[in-house]
């Protein structure tokens, strides 16, 4: 009884312990420290979750201006008291400062005046035979200040208006001139003096092709320049193309810039097309399907593409196509619409593929060809009226009646659009649509072409043969490792595992491009050998070992059999890459790398996708491992061991309780997997060849989203089309994975929701 006592005593002691204030203060604060702890991982995870925001929002008020379209600022009109005795305008341009402008007058005058004040600067005669009175005018392509008048006595003058630039007393001056490159004697194109109804000019180099049309004639003259390198002299040489000469009336003239081809424009709607080489008529094409008539024709930069007019509104993008028996023909790439009234002028522009209409009730549309966008429509003047544009597009200069009236063009991006981005485009010289990144080249005529398809498709193609390899290998790594290997191996092989994932990928993709790749080109036998006799060895050496008697298999300790495997992989890899040149001369002549080329019609390049999956699955592994082996190494034991204990086999009991418990986190794994492969820079950068093509050939190369923003941003201009695309890209890149962790995310709550009863 005293014993019971005492121990109930002692009992209340201890209770009593437990409320002493030393041990309220410890509860105090641990719990202050949960709660800190509690706020902090919650603060962080939101931090983590506001600066993602934060660079998606960045990165959408970058790319969002590429989307918008232009705006037309009207500054105040001006009435030039010379302008009322100018004569009917021919021909309206503006210099590079948008401070002067010219004007050709049917009169012959050529005046310069400020584009400001409109107040004249200086006026100059052209050199016109007595008598005779200018008729037809030709540009050369956008970009060149060059022209010819055609004369009503069968003669051209060729000319081009210059500005000189210099900087007395520190001022900034500009001098405009009009220089006569090929003399300022007019040249007789037209042997029986009539007059040229339409006349085209072009310059390739030192030669010079001008082109006319007189009352059911075609006149077309070749001028080369040569200089008598002991005396600096330049003589000029004529000669006179004999071209085929057509029955119905001609409205345009179009020389193509490399002298290939000469556009005519006659009838009602259709071009004759001549090859200037050959001198001979390649065809004859139908621009109009019945509706109106043409009304004014004019060439894209470049020289390349026709614009084609029309008397409803309609305005065709055409341009020549080499089709697949190698004879190039017309074809209707694209067409516009402007407000249904006849198109009066069509105004390209100097340095992109986009240009302005202008139709006879003063209605002004701004277009981009490649892009296919109309970017703008707006009234400009009251009635019929001419306009020019700067060679910056960004100031438009109209004349109507006797006022002038400036405009100041906001258009920055117009060769931006959803289809040019994503669809297949038809660019110049192309034989079809395609999809293209090329974003620079050495010409001031090229097109930037910004297709992110390739890019896309790119990306995709590494991260699929990276996860081909690296999937399967990781995955049954760690089923192994968790669930057969012993605790002591298991020690040390998921830590060097691990460790892979610390080797910088620069490291990775310096081997991979200066010495993998070569080495694979050099053994593509061997190499394929080796990946389809490695899974045979290990069977067949796990059937050899199961036929092995007892004693000897008992004498190795449960979970390390895995030892035994590191000779048979080095035996089947070394006799692999051994006899792989005896492979390549008994069954592809030698060289299997002109076997796939020639014989399949299988293209090869030394940085493939091959390369890219085993050096990017080398690196994926241990992220996909170390994640999906902690998912299997925490099933737990209880469900092992009562599975056993019902006499499931170790095999049933992984594939049947195992990989359905831990196969949210094997999910996981695989998307943290994929989301590594899709956002590798370096191997891709250094290993790929860096080939913008859509292309699922393993042994052809690619581009990848993030390799190209890795390339390209440290060269784009701040602001520019290009610098914008490559953050569009850099967001395409940031919403890819942020959908697909989120799918992850959802499938792997679906998938614990689904087996959390086991």
Same mark, same amino acid.
């Given at each position: 009884?005293?014993?019971?006592?005492?121990?109930?005593?002692?009992?209340?002691?201890?209770?009593?312990?437990?409320?002493?204030?030393?041990?309220?203060?410890?509860?105090?604060?641990?719990?202050?420290?949960?709660?800190?702890?509690?706020?902090?991982?919650?603060?962080?995870?939101?931090?983590?979750?506001?600066?993602?925001?934060?660079?998606?929002?960045?990165?959408?008020?970058?790319?969002?201006?590429?989307?918008?379209?232009?705006?037309?600022?009207?500054?105040?009109?001006?009435?030039?008291?010379?302008?009322?005795?100018?004569?009917?305008?021919?021909?309206?341009?503006?210099?590079?400062?948008?401070?002067?402008?010219?004007?050709?007058?049917?009169?012959?005058?050529?005046?310069?005046?400020?584009?400001?004040?409109?107040?004249?600067?200086?006026?100059?005669?052209?050199?016109?035979?007595?008598?005779?009175?200018?008729?037809?005018?030709?540009?050369?392509?956008?970009?060149?200040?060059?022209?010819?008048?055609?004369?009503?006595?069968?003669?051209?003058?060729?000319?081009?208006?210059?500005?000189?630039?210099?900087?007395?007393?520190?001022?900034?001056?500009?001098?405009?001139?009009?220089?006569?490159?090929?003399?300022?004697?007019?040249?007789?194109?037209?042997?029986?003096?009539?007059?040229?109804?339409?006349?085209?000019?072009?310059?390739?180099?030192?030669?010079?092709?001008?082109?006319?049309?007189?009352?059911?004639?075609?006149?077309?003259?070749?001028?080369?320049?040569?200089?008598?390198?002991?005396?600096?002299?330049?003589?000029?040489?004529?000669?006179?193309?004999?071209?085929?000469?057509?029955?119905?009336?001609?409205?345009?003239?179009?020389?193509?810039?490399?002298?290939?081809?000469?556009?005519?424009?006659?009838?009602?709607?259709?071009?004759?097309?001549?090859?200037?080489?050959?001198?001979?008529?390649?065809?004859?094409?139908?621009?109009?399907?019945?509706?109106?008539?043409?009304?004014?024709?004019?060439?894209?930069?470049?020289?390349?593409?026709?614009?084609?007019?029309?008397?409803?509104?309609?305005?065709?993008?055409?341009?020549?196509?080499?089709?697949?028996?190698?004879?190039?023909?017309?074809?209707?790439?694209?067409?516009?619409?402007?407000?249904?009234?006849?198109?009066?002028?069509?105004?390209?522009?100097?340095?992109?593929?986009?240009?302005?209409?202008?139709?006879?009730?003063?209605?002004?549309?701004?277009?981009?060809?490649?892009?296919?966008?109309?970017?703008?429509?707006?009234?400009?003047?009251?009635?019929?009226?001419?306009?020019?544009?700067?060679?910056?597009?960004?100031?438009?200069?109209?004349?109507?009646?006797?006022?002038?009236?400036?405009?100041?063009?906001?258009?920055?991006?117009?060769?931006?659009?959803?289809?040019?981005?994503?669809?297949?485009?038809?660019?110049?010289?192309?034989?079809?649509?395609?999809?293209?990144?090329?974003?620079?080249?050495?010409?001031?005529?090229?097109?930037?072409?910004?297709?992110?398809?390739?890019?896309?498709?790119?990306?995709?193609?590494?991260?699929?043969?990276?996860?081909?390899?690296?999937?399967?290998?990781?995955?049954?790594?760690?089923?192994?490792?968790?669930?057969?290997?012993?605790?002591?191996?298991?020690?040390?092989?998921?830590?060097?595992?691990?460790?892979?994932?610390?080797?910088?990928?620069?490291?990775?993709?310096?081997?991979?491009?200066?010495?993998?790749?070569?080495?694979?080109?050099?053994?593509?036998?061997?190499?394929?050998?080796?990946?389809?006799?490695?899974?045979?060895?290990?069977?067949?050496?796990?059937?050899?070992?199961?036929?092995?008697?007892?004693? /000897?298999? *008992?004498?190795?300790?449960? &979970?390390?059999?895995?030892? @035994?495997? #590191?000779?048979?992989?080095? +035996? $089947? !890899?070394?006799?692999?890459?051994?006899?792989?040149?005896?492979?390549?001369?008994?069954?592809?002549?030698?060289?299997?790398?002109?076997?796939?080329?020639?014989?399949?019609?299988?293209?090869?390049?030394?940085?493939?996708?091959?390369?890219?999956?085993?050096?990017?699955?080398?690196?994926?592994?241990?992220?996909?491992?170390?994640?999906?082996?902690?998912?299997?190494?925490?099933?737990?034991?209880?469900?092992?061991?009562?599975?056993?204990?019902?006499?499931?086999?170790?095999?049933?009991?992984?594939?049947?309780? /195992?990989? *359905?418990?831990?196969?949210? &986190?094997?999910?996981?794994? @695989?998307? #943290?997997?994929?989301?590594? +492969? $899709? !956002?590798?820079?370096?191997?891709?950068?250094?290993?790929?060849?860096?080939?913008?093509?859509?292309?699922?050939?393993?042994?052809?190369?690619?581009?990848?989203?993030?390799?190209?923003?890795?390339?390209?941003?440290?060269?784009?201009?701040?602001?520019?089309?290009?610098?914008?695309?490559?953050?569009?890209?850099?967001?395409?890149?940031?919403?890819?994975?942020?959908?697909?962790?989120?799918?992850?995310?959802?499938?792997?709550?679906?998938?614990?929701?689904?087996?959390?009863?086991?």
């Amino acid at each position: 009884m005293n014993d019971i006592e005492t121990m109930s005593a002692n009992s209340d002691v201890q209770r009593l312990d437990f409320n002493t204030p030393a041990l309220q203060r410890k509860r105090r604060i641990r719990a202050l420290k949960d709660n800190l702890a509690r706020w902090y991982v919650s603060i962080g995870g939101l931090a983590v979750l506001g600066a993602i925001t934060l660079i998606f929002f960045y990165l959408a008020q970058v790319v969002l201006p590429m989307f918008q379209g232009a705006e037309l600022e009207a500054r105040d009109a001006q009435q030039p008291a010379w302008l009322a005795d100018a004569g009917e305008p021919l021909f309206l341009a503006m210099e590079e400062q948008n401070q002067v402008a010219m004007r050709l007058g049917s009169d012959g005058q050529v005046r310069f005046f400020s584009v400001q004040t409109g107040e004249s600067l200086r006026n100059i005669e052209l050199p016109l035979p007595a008598g005779s009175r200018i008729v037809s005018i030709g540009q050369d392509t956008p970009g060149n200040r060059r022209f010819v008048l055609g004369l009503d006595n069968g003669q051209v003058l060729v000319a081009e208006h210059n500005y000189k630039i210099s900087y007395p007393n520190g001022k900034k001056t500009i001098t405009p001139q009009l220089d006569y490159p090929f003399g300022e004697e007019p040249m007789q194109l037209d042997p029986h003096g009539r007059p040229i109804a339409h006349a085209a000019v072009s310059l390739n180099g030192d030669t010079l092709m001008v082109a006319g049309a007189t009352d059911g004639a075609l006149q077309a003259l070749k001028i080369s320049a040569t200089e008598n390198l002991m005396t600096g002299e330049t003589s000029l040489e004529q000669e006179r193309l004999d071209l085929p000469q057509l029955s119905e009336p001609i409205k345009a003239l179009r020389i193509d810039p490399r002298h290939m081809w000469l556009f005519a424009v006659s009838g009602r709607a259709s071009v004759d097309v001549f090859d200037l080489r050959r001198k001979q008529l390649n065809g004859r094409y139908k621009l109009l399907n019945g509706k109106g008539e043409i009304t004014t024709v004019a060439s894209l930069l470049g020289g390349i593409s026709l614009m084609v007019g029309d008397s409803v509104g309609g305005i065709g993008q055409w341009f020549m196509v080499r089709g697949g028996d190698g004879q190039a023909e017309l074809k209707n790439v694209r067409n516009f619409q402007l407000d249904g009234q006849p198109i009066t002028q069509i105004i390209p522009e100097e340095r992109r593929k986009g240009f302005l209409a202008l139709d006879n009730a003063g209605t002004l549309g701004i277009f981009h060809s490649t892009a296919h966008r109309t970017l703008l429509t707006e009234q400009v003047a009251d009635g019929a009226a001419v306009a020019a544009l700067s060679p910056r597009a960004t100031r438009l200069l109209v004349e109507s009646g006797d006022q002038l009236q400036r405009f100041v063009i906001d258009n920055p991006h117009p060769e931006i659009s959803w289809g040019a981005l994503w669809g297949k485009v038809w660019y110049e010289n192309y034989p079809e649509p395609d999809y293209v990144w090329q974003s620079t080249s050495a010409t001031g005529d090229f097109e930037p072409k910004l297709s992110l398809s390739p890019l896309a498709f790119g990306t995709l193609k590494a991260a699929f043969y990276a996860m081909l390899l690296a999937a399967p290998l990781a995955i049954c790594a760690a089923f192994y490792t968790a669930y057969f290997m012993a605790p002591a191996l298991r020690r040390k092989v998921k830590p060097v595992i691990e460790l892979m994932e610390a080797l910088p990928t620069v490291i990775l993709g310096f081997f991979a491009g200066l010495f993998l790749a070569p080495y694979l080109e050099n053994h593509l036998p061997g190499i394929f050998s080796l990946l389809l006799l490695t899974p045979i060895g290990i069977l067949l050496a796990g059937w050899l070992w199961s036929r092995l008697p007892e004693n /000897v298999r *008992l004498s190795v300790p449960d &979970g390390w059999e895995a030892v @035994l495997l #590191i000779p048979v992989i080095l +035996a $089947v !890899g070394w006799g692999s890459l051994a006899v792989s040149g005896h492979l390549e001369n008994w069954f592809f002549g030698g060289d299997m790398r002109l076997w796939l080329s020639n014989d399949m019609g299988i293209p090869f390049d030394q940085r493939n996708a091959l390369v890219i999956g085993l050096a990017m699955g080398f690196a994926v592994i241990p992220t996909i491992y170390s994640i999906a082996e902690d998912a299997v190494f925490s099933v737990p034991k209880s469900l092992t061991l009562g599975s056993l204990a019902l006499g499931a086999t170790p095999w049933q009991t992984l594939t049947r309780v /195992v990989l *359905l418990t831990a196969s949210p &986190g094997i999910f996981s794994a @695989l998307m #943290i997997g994929m989301g590594r +492969a $899709v !956002g590798e820079t370096m191997i891709v950068l250094m290993a790929t060849g860096n080939t913008p093509i859509m292309e699922a050939n393993i042994f052809e190369g690619m581009r990848t989203l993030a390799a190209n923003v890795a390339v390209e941003m440290p060269e784009s201009e701040v602001g520019s089309t290009h610098y914008r695309v490559l953050f569009l890209a850099a967001m395409v890149l940031l919403m890819f994975t942020f959908v697909m962790n989120t799918l992850a995310e959802l499938i792997r709550q679906r998938l614990r929701r689904k087996y959390a009863s086991l």
